[in-house]
């Protein structure tokens, strides 16, 4: 359980001349967080997972997978960020799973039904997954972790056998791959070829190890797997699977299972690489290695801190920022559908990779200060240029680029000529979005110069050239076209989707061109498509009052129409991406008419809406705290179906319920229950349980717009605590625009001790006074507490001049400065803990 304390910390002025106080210098005033405070959101089973979509998530950021129980020890699925095979007959390129490990430990030590003790745990603040069992059979505990850096994941494993097995068992670790049918029309089609996707698996035994190689069209991996600390005997058992056992039976062992991956966009040779992976970790040592892991860990939490007052939520965002580290760090953007947690041979359900989906696993990343997290994502867009340009010159615009909504990391454009996706020109120029925002936070201004201004300016092309004059209204506009992935329409006049991605990536060119000092004339031009385009589409709603709608029919009437609400709702974001993603709006158009309208969707919205809208971080954006709580809790319930913290990604799984027809709110209710009724069915009649897969836009909504509620800097200026629920007392250290490390708290009095901030590029720091009436003192605390002069503007912003590397504090004025610094503290959550529906951790069931 967590506790805080507050240690007397008193800070006179005075002193800081006198410097008596330097051991302010240099660290955060405002609070300090023990290296043990994440060990209250350890993930806890106390009972054992028996299936894969209830498996843990380990991962380095390439390489990762699921690990669960079987009843006689340990499954675990190893897959890699760059296992795409090329299109094939069932589908476009799919990211295939990798190879399975078994570890059998030779009697049923982890069978419910001989079960004394149980402690499963994932330690998201160590990335390490501890399986503890004890049987009337044996006692047995497996540790287990994948490498930072390198791509090898170790299984420390101890087993004691007590009577009736005085002398022991065999342990058998097993390697296999089963290729199958990747399932990707979503439910609605499959092949009927069940040799569809086999693959070309090979195994052979060298030395002791245990080699796996398979092939797909375009790439080639292998598997090495290696037994430390006892003599084994391997044994290929066919062509798909070998195994190694213990040459003999021991009732007390200690040995580490070692596995690697190499892949041939890594080397021309995986299977000799992926030993020499296996040689250099055993010869760093098990325990060097695990150190080096633990500092990877440690480093990677100390760059930002969220202390939130509701738990729960506060263990899904570490949840979050813990399964990117774990998945984004490879050669390709982390697919949403499952990204490596996938359990279920090559079945994937959804394999071409969906902009709007896709982007969403980068939302709020640079805020959390895990902005190199993006990389992967910013370097296949970046790469793929080419693709972009030929698809952009094939919609009748040179030298500019167009992604498709539905594409792949190769460049394939997919589906783009389907009817929902057919005129949806709006993926380039949010993708650039996320280019800007890259520089935005970390000021790299190489990046800027070298790869978000082109990709900017490439996009905005394609739209400089897809517009036309309408010379009666003196405006530009575009036809035809439609806003996301819309099912009724793609012959619109002047989407409001079209309209807010021209504004903001016209906006952020015309910033970045200044600051590179280049393109003048494009200048010109940008400027005047944002000062000439059309206006904005509102329309009263009887129940919602005035909002914006989508576009315009040809005819000139709203779309949609008022009749045609219900449908509308589930596009809502198109209406409110003023606020999100294209960063248009926000707190400083309070009292505005498209604040308000704003204001009015968010109220207004469904709670049946859930899986993959922005909603939360509009409301956020806008200062609706409350608003933003609880559509969360409300998102929580329907879709964290799963007991490891992974939710699913489409709100209406209570349809294949049996008992929905019975229950008054089967879409809260009845949600999960497909994940364990064997009668459930789809209407393919295949059974349910196959098909279970995690989404992860979820995670990445709600990590975004916990963010936006502690931190804004997206105005031009950093909001500290500006979308708050009611008697919030919260406190948090994460990166704002301009490359400034911002840490501040709040009691639930609303009271503010002051704002802590590290200057990482010594830009100009521009601060909405939060004490507001009141003067502040900023102090250079790099400077022994030196007053630092500063402006204020008559919006109430503070704005001082910043030396990159300095740290800075901010205080009302006549304070003495922070009388109390408080202490984050943790301990090892002991207890799986609930959320009305959602559980995180499985309860004792034997």
Not at 190 to 201: A, C, R, V
Not at 393 to 414: C, V
Request: proline fraction near 5%; charge should be negative; aromatic fraction near 12%.
């Amino acid at each position: 359980m967590q506790k805080i304390k507050y240690a007397i910390y008193t800070v006179c002025l005075g002193l800081f001349s006198l410097g008596t106080t330097s051991v302010l210098y240099g660290q955060n005033p405002l609070f300090k967080v023990e290296s043990n405070y994440l060990s209250k959101h350890d993930i806890l089973y106390q009972t054992p997972a028996y299936e894969g979509f209830e498996g843990f998530p380990l991962g380095n950021g390439d390489m990762g997978g699921m690990i669960w129980n079987t009843d006689n020890g340990v499954e675990v699925q190893i897959n890699k960020n760059d296992l795409f095979d090329q299109s094939h007959e069932e589908s476009r390129a799919t990211l295939r799973g990798g190879a399975r490990l078994s570890i059998d430990f030779g009697a049923p030590g982890f069978d419910w039904i001989y079960l004394d003790e149980f402690d499963g745990r994932l330690s998201i603040q160590n990335a390490e997954v501890t399986l503890k069992a004890k049987t009337p059979f044996m006692e047995n505990s497996v540790s287990s972790w994948v490498a930072p850096e390198k791509n090898v994941w170790s299984f420390q494993i101890k087993s004691k056998s007590s009577d009736p097995l005085t002398d022991g068992t065999k342990i058998k670790v097993s390697l296999e791959r089963w290729g199958s049918r990747a399932f990707p029309g979503w439910y609605g089609y499959f092949s009927k070829e069940t040799k569809s996707g086999l693959g070309n698996t090979q195994v052979k035994i060298e030395g002791n190890d245990l080699i796996l190689e398979d092939s797909f069209e375009g790439l080639q991996f292998s598997v090495a797997c290696r037994i430390l600390g006892e003599e084994t005997v391997p044994e290929v058992i066919s062509k798909n699977r070998l195994e190694s056992k213990s040459a003999g039976r021991s009732s007390d062992r200690e040995i580490t299972v070692i596995v690697s991956m190499v892949t041939s966009n890594e080397s021309e040779h995986p299977s000799k690489s992926a030993i020499e992976l296996l040689d250099d970790f055993e010869k760093e040592t098990v325990q060097r290695e695990k150190e080096i892991h633990q500092q990877w860990w440690e480093d990677f939490w100390a760059k930002s801190f969220v202390h939130l007052e509701d738990d729960y939520i506060e263990n899904i965002y570490y949840l979050r920022r813990y399964l990117m580290a774990s998945s984004s760090r490879g050669k390709f953007p982390v697919v949403f559908n499952g990204g490596l947690w996938t359990w279920n041979h090559d079945v994937r359900n959804w394999v071409t990779p969906h902009h709007w989906n896709t982007q969403q696993q980068y939302w709020g990343l640079c805020a959390q200060n895990d902005c190199e997290l993006m990389i992967p994502y910013l370097n296949t867009y970046f790469n793929l240029i080419p693709k972009a340009e030929e698809h952009a010159k094939l919609r009748g615009a040179d030298n500019a680029i167009l992604w498709a909504e539905a594409h792949d990391f190769f460049g394939s454009m997919t589906f783009w000529g389907r009817e929902d996706m057919l005129n949806n020109f709006t993926p380039a120029s949010q993708i650039a979005g996320l280019f800007w925002e890259y520089y935005q936070f970390t000021e790299d201004k190489d990046f800027l110069a070298e790869k978000a201004y082109p990709f900017m300016k490439k996009a905005a092309e394609f739209y400089v050239q897809k517009l036309q004059w309408d010379s009666l209204k003196n405006e530009y506009f575009i036809f035809p076209s439609q806003p996301y992935e819309n099912p009724r329409s793609n012959f619109l006049r002047n989407p409001i989707t079209d309209r807010n991605v021209i504004i903001s990536n016209f906006t952020n060119c015309i910033h970045a061109a200044r600051m590179l000092k280049v393109d003048k004339n494009k200048i010109e031009e940008w400027q005047h498509i944002v000062d000439n385009i059309w206006p904005i589409p509102y329309q009263t709603v009887p129940e919602a009052g005035e909002i914006i709608s989508h576009a315009w029919y040809p005819d000139g009437t709203i779309f949609p129409k008022i009749e045609e609400r219900g449908r509308w709702l589930s596009h809502m974001s198109a209406s409110t991406s003023a606020v999100f993603p294209a960063n248009l709006l926000g707190i400083d158009s309070a009292n505005t008419r498209e604040y308000y309208a704003m204001v009015n969707m968010i109220r207004d919205r469904s709670p049946d809406v859930n899986a993959i809208s922005p909603e939360p971080i509009v409301a956020a954006r806008l200062g609706m705290g409350n608003e933003v709580l609880s559509m969360m809790h409300n998102g929580i319930r329907r879709l964290q179906h799963f007991p490891q913290g992974l939710f699913y990604n489409i709100d209406h799984w209570y349809n294949l319920s049996i008992y929905m027809d019975s229950l008054s709110k089967p879409d809260i209710t009845a949600q999960r229950d497909y994940i364990y009724d064997e009668r459930a069915h789809y209407p393919n009649k295949l059974p349910a349980k196959p098909f279970i897969q995690a989404g992860l836009e979820p995670h990445s909504i709600y990590g975004a717009a916990i963010n936006e509620m502690l931190l804004q800097s997206n105005e031009g200026k950093i909001r500290v605590f500006p979308a708050l629920p009611d008697n919030w007392a919260t406190s948090f250290t994460l990166l704002a625009r301009g490359a400034f490390v911002v840490s501040s708290e709040i009691g639930k009095d609303g009271a503010i001790p002051g704002i802590y901030i590290e200057s990482q590029k010594g830009n100009i720091c521009r601060i909405v006074n939060p004490w507001s009436g009141s003067d502040v003192t900023v102090l250079s605390m790099s400077e022994k507490g030196k007053k630092i002069n500063y402006k204020t503007d008559a919006k109430n912003i503070v704005e001082f001049k910043t030396i990159p590397g300095y740290t800075y504090l901010i205080i009302p004025k006549g304070k003495e400065g922070i009388s109390q610094k408080t202490h984050f503290e943790g301990s090892p959550n002991q207890s799986p803990k609930k959320f009305y529906e959602a559980m995180l951790g499985k309860e004792r069931n034997f």
